[in-house]
């Protein structure tokens, strides 16, 4: 790309948002520029388009916290132009410009290879969400979790992160439950991903009692609120429960007792600032463990046109698992 050329992108500022036609001296500092392939639709972005507080960092920015492409130019030497790369996080689409455009400026140091036998496209349907599913896993694996401690419960089923740590989940041999609100219209969607059982939303999403009966080896959370708390109310002694999201509320109203008189632990998962390490790990066993026709049968594609629209649509939890940017 010619230093003059313009490409498009996707603006906020203060009042609107807007796909635009953009120039290179637009996109800020770094070291590595980037022709985006695709990008994605995840909460997070949905609430910068829609202009809600906690993500942009300031305005105008371009949005999107995932992007998949091709390296264009860089200053290190790592990078040589053509390479396929992904970024999730590490503040691009919050701090820094995002992946919601056909090119993006970063800091090279934060890429990632693409794994070998996942095409660009996959990378995306991946995104944020499913690498967030996968350090799900990794931290329960960690936690010492195998499949015959019994069933792990999956809250936010039909989103992003549920659909994929449902699929992970199963494929690595666990009994998975998932909870949904669209437990009717979504049965055969998340069956057909490995939730053996599905219960509908509302049996977690009211105020319930401290300790309920046990159920659960282990949750993967990406709801909180009262669905996290009445998860933790059904864990067997010594469960987990990994927390990730806020789909119901970012609120904690529960009580010590699954604590402290059933072991229960709590274990916090951030991707923003997962340390490269960990990424790697984890993409190597996204590359290993997911089962690429559940990925494609959970993924749609969409042009640039139409984020404006997903971005209200996630947030409506209208959306169901994971929608692809096509940014080209
Ligand atoms: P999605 O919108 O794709 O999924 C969220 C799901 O939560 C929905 O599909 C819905 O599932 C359920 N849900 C929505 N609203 C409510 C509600 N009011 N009460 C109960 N359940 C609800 O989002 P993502 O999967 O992309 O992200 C999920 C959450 O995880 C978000 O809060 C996001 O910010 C967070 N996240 C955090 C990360 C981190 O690094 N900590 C990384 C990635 C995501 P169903 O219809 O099946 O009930």
């Known amino acids: 790309m010619s230093a003059?050329?313009?490409?498009?992108?996707?603006?906020?500022?203060?009042q609107s948002s807007d796909l635009r036609s953009t120039h290179r001296d637009e996109l800020g500092p770094g070291d590595t520029?980037?022709?985006?392939?695709?990008?994605?639709?995840?909460?997070?972005?949905?609430?910068?388009?829609?202009?809600?507080?906690?993500?942009?960092?300031?305005?105008?920015?371009?949005?999107?916290?995932?992007?998949?492409?091709?390296?264009?130019?860089?200053?290190?030497?790592?990078?040589?132009?053509?390479?396929?790369?992904?970024l999730n996080g590490s503040g691009l689409g919050e701090t820094h410009n995002g992946g919601l455009a056909q090119y993006a400026r970063v800091a090279g140091s934060d890429l990632i290879t693409v794994p070998q036998q996942i095409s660009n496209f996959r990378a995306a349907a991946i995104g944020t969400a499913g690498f967030t599913a996968m350090l799900s896993v990794l931290a329960l694996?960690?936690?010492?979790?195998?499949?015959?401690?019994?069933?792990?419960?999956?809250?936010?089923?039909?989103?992003?992160?549920?659909?994929?740590?449902?699929?992970?989940?199963?494929?690595?041999?666990?009994?998975?439950?998932?909870?949904?609100?669209?437990?009717?219209?979504?049965?055969?969607?998340?069956?057909?991903?490995?939730?053996?059982?599905?219960?509908?939303?509302?049996?977690?999403?009211?105020?319930?009692?401290p300790l309920q009966s046990q159920e659960f080896a282990a949750v993967v959370d990406s709801v909180g609120s009262h669905t996290l708390v009445n998860a933790l109310a059904r864990l067997n002694y010594g469960g987990l429960a990994t927390v990730c999201g806020l789909a119901q509320g970012p609120d904690l109203p529960g009580t010590v007792l699954p604590f402290i008189l059933r072991g229960v632990h709590l274990i916090g998962i951030n991707?923003?600032?997962?340390?490269?390490?960990?990424?790697?790990?984890?993409?190597?066993?996204?590359?290993?463990d997911l089962n690429l026709d559940h990925l494609d049968s959970l993924t749609r594609s969409i042009p640039m046109s139409e984020v404006g629209d997903a971005g209200a649509r996630i947030l409506a939890g209208e959306l169901r698992g994971r929608t692809v940017v096509d940014v080209d």
Request: glycine content about 12%; charged content about 25%.
């Open 4 to 14: 003059t050329e313009s490409f498009s992108a996707w603006w906020v500022s203060e």
């Open 141 to 209: 694996e960690d936690a010492g979790l195998t499949p015959e401690a019994g069933p792990v419960l999956v809250t936010g089923a039909a989103g992003g992160v549920g659909s994929i740590a449902i699929t992970l989940l199963s494929g690595l041999g666990y009994e998975v439950v998932a909870a949904s609100g669209r437990a009717d219209s979504a049965s055969s969607y998340l069956t057909e991903l490995g939730a053996r059982r599905i219960i509908p939303r509302t049996d977690l999403s009211e105020p319930g009692r």
């Open 271 to 288: 991707s923003v600032y997962a340390p490269r390490a960990l990424r790697e790990r984890a993409w190597k066993r996204l590359a290993r």
């Open 33 to 86: 520029l980037v022709r985006v392939e695709f990008s994605g639709i995840n909460y997070k972005d949905g609430l910068a388009l829609q202009h809600k507080p906690g993500v942009l960092r300031g305005y105008p920015m371009i949005p999107g916290i995932d992007l998949v492409g091709f390296i264009e130019e860089s200053e290190l030497d790592q990078w040589q132009p053509g390479e396929r790369v992904l």
